[in-house]
Each structure stands twice: as structure tokens, then as C-alpha cells.
């Protein structure tokens, strides 16, 4: 089986960019072909060191460095060109488009070309159904894109609406990323989805190691730091309001002068205001901003520090929760959207009301000062993301998917690849691997039926 699979760019080291990397090894691990296409690709900016990275595709030639908010610009070219690039695609079984605008690309081709296609969505497109957080800090691709991101949808809303809908409404299945997206999402579109949460490798039981956390240094980036340390890590931009775990950080500093809180990833112009915020604060030395760091380096990273904060208040899901989880960490988050799937308040970690600083800085401290409690939350958080949000899961639902767009006849040289039991993230339950492989089966693994 060949996939062609549409992202919307590589140009910046995320959690969605992962996720496709991901998808991509584990695709091709199984057997099958896979080629990864984008508008164009920067595999400087965009995890160099993931090997896959150096195989993905730009369907235009790169834009001028010179040319202004060149990164929407390309994107939206790229989608009013994709029908002239049909031809490159005609040798695919299916398409699988991973997020707006792949999803668009992959229903035009699709329809062009009478090829199948799945799709994955992290959120529905935010330009037209923009939670809260997105209407305060500015939606952006990257920086200074926000200005003409406003103006498409002023201009042209009603188009990349009808796209949206249209690449939603064919495709043979849908994936969203939890059950708090697929909520969100049947409310959006009026059709149910196949929950297919971002997944995580979860360190074996024997790596788990604690006592180390609390005593010596750690070396990231020619810095070297001395634990304990909480660790943040996401994209730098306002709507993950970083800022509530630096102010955090001055509460907590007072009474334990030794923490520190360790920042990773690219930063943006959102970075020099945090940097502003920390000096203002006098923390220059208990926050530390240590770059875009290997994924190697942020693996040790989790494994080390004594807590994960994720402050973002309206997050889709989280990959840095059930990553830290995965690496035995116990978590710190709001009580609102993707985390209150994953996070089980005051067993894997503490779930705070949204927006209350004080609450926040007292769930980080109780687990800072307290070694048997972060261990024993990291333990449990081990487990439950070994159990519901493994890679393993996740390729296993997406190769069904993919297999059930095109059909089980041309299929069968997969049938002897070892088979690994799906979980569902809204109950728990282990899934039985399916007899069939049609997608009313797959459906009903997952008590869902499409909607005709």
C-alpha cells in the first residue's frame, strides 16, 4: 500500500510536526509506503534531528526569505495550486491528510483522481471556530502572521469554510486527537470521529529512576543546572501563557530558593516577553530558557525533573503531558479541555482550577518538597499513559483507518505484522484487534457510527 500524507508545513519544531514524523517511522515499519508532503519545508527550523525529517517533501519550491508573512502565503498557494499538481499522485492506493490544509489537499486530489483518503484533525480550524484564548492572543502560523490570517478570514471565511466542511464530509474516516477534540469536533461538523489520541513512548519500568532527580546537575546546551527542576516545554506563543508558570515560580522561589523552572524550545518574539516578565520578577536565575533542545536531550529532560507544568488554560490535548507521563513524571495542569482526559486529579498529578496562580503554585510545591509523592504520581502517570496514549495505539487506529479506506483485498501482506490491542481513552478499555477489516468493524471497536 502507497500513502501520500499532506501536512501543513515543517518550518517549526511542534508537537503536530512530531506527530507526522511518528506516523511516518511507524507506517513504514508496518510495511507500508509512505511519502510526506508540505507547501515547503525549513529542516533547520523543524527537528533536525529526526531522520525522517530529511525525506519529506515540499510541494512548491521554497518561498524568498525577503517576502513578508511568507509562511500563510505559501500555505494558501500551495492549496489553489494542489489541483495542478495532480498528476505527482496518481500511483497512491490513499490519501491521509494530517490537519487543515492537508485535509484540503487530500480532497482534492481525491476527488481528481478517485483515490480514498483519511483524515487526522488536532482541533477544527481555529481561524473559524476559535476558542477563547484564541480570540484574546492572535491566532499565527508564525510570527507577524496574524495580521493576514485575519484578513483571509475576513475576505474569504466563507471559502475556507465550504473546503473545510467538503474535505471533512468525504472523507472515508475521520481521527481526532482525544475525546475532548471529538466532542468538540461533533459539535463543529455534525459527524462522529474515531478517537486516535497523540501518542508517547513510555520509558521501560526499569528506567524509571527517582532518587536521582533530586541531587546533582544536569547539562543542556553548554548550561549546566542543578536539580531538583520543574520542566516546561511547548511552543512558544501566547495562547500557552507561560506566564502563569513564572509567576508560579516567584511564589515559589521564596520558600524553596534552590528550584528552578527550565523552559525548552525555538523562541519567538512571545519568548522575549516572558525574558521581559522573569527580569522584571528578579527570577533571572530560577528561570532558565535553554533553547530548542535534541529529542534526545528533552527525553533525559522529562525523565529528570521533579514536575511538568502545563499552563496553557484551553489546550486541544497536551503531547507534553503524556510525555512527561510516559517518562514517570507527575503533572501540574488547569482543569479544562485536553489535560481533564489524560491527567487523573491528585493520582497522576493535579489538575487547578483555570487561572488561579495560587492553587497552581501550592500543587507544584507539595510535589517539589516531597520526593515519595512525585514518585509515587510519576509511577501511576507511567502507567496510564503505557496503557491508553502509547505511539503503539495510535498507529494501530491509523493503520486500521487507512486499511479500511482501501479495502481488506489488497491488504492482505499485513496480515502477519504483529497486532497491537488499541485503547479507548474515553473508558479505558482494551480493544480485541478486528476479524474484519471494513470500517463499519472499526466503527463499532470504537461505539461509534458514521452518520450518513
Known sequence: MRVALFHLGFFYSGGGEKLVLEEIRALRAMGIDVDCFAPYVDRKRCFP??????????????????LPMKDPLWIALTCTLIPLLALR????????????PGAWMAFVLSKLLGIPYVIYLAHPIRILHPREIDRTAEIRIREGDHRFISALTRTAGWFVDWADRMSVRHASTVLTNGHHVGSWFRR??????LDCP???????QTDLE???????HIRVNGTSMRKPFILLSNRH?????????????????????????VITGQ???????LKYLVDGLRLTDQVRFVGLVSEGMLQTLYRQCVVYVYPAPEEDFGMGIIEAMAAGTPVVAWRNGGPTVSIVDRETGFLVEPYDVDEFSESIRALATNPTLSEQMGRKGHKRAQKLFSYENHNWVLRQALRAAVGSGELAALDGLPKISAANPMTGQRLPIPDSQDL??????HGLRRRE
Open 49 to 66: 534531528d529526526i531522520p525522517e525529517m530529511a525525506e519529506v517533501q515540499a510541494l512548491l519550491p521554497p518561498p524568498p526569505e525577503w
Open 89 to 100: 499522485f496518481k500511483g497512491y492506493d490513499v490519501f491521509f491528510g494530517a490537519n487543515q
Open 188 to 193: 463543529v461538523y455534525d459527524r462522529d470521529s
Open 198 to 204: 497523540a501518542g508517547c513512548h513510555p520509558v521501560g
Open 210 to 216: 527517582y532518587p536521582g532527580r533530586w541531587i546533582g
Open 237 to 261: 506563543v501566547p495562547q500557552k501563557r507561560f506566564e502563569y508558570a513564572v509567576w508560579a515560580m516567584k511564589q515559589i522561589s521564596r520558600d524553596i530558593p534552590g528550584l528552578s523552572l
Open 267 to 273: 523562541e519567538t518574539e512571545y519568548t522575549d516577553q
Open 440 to 445: 463499519g468493524a472499526l466503527e463499532m471497536l
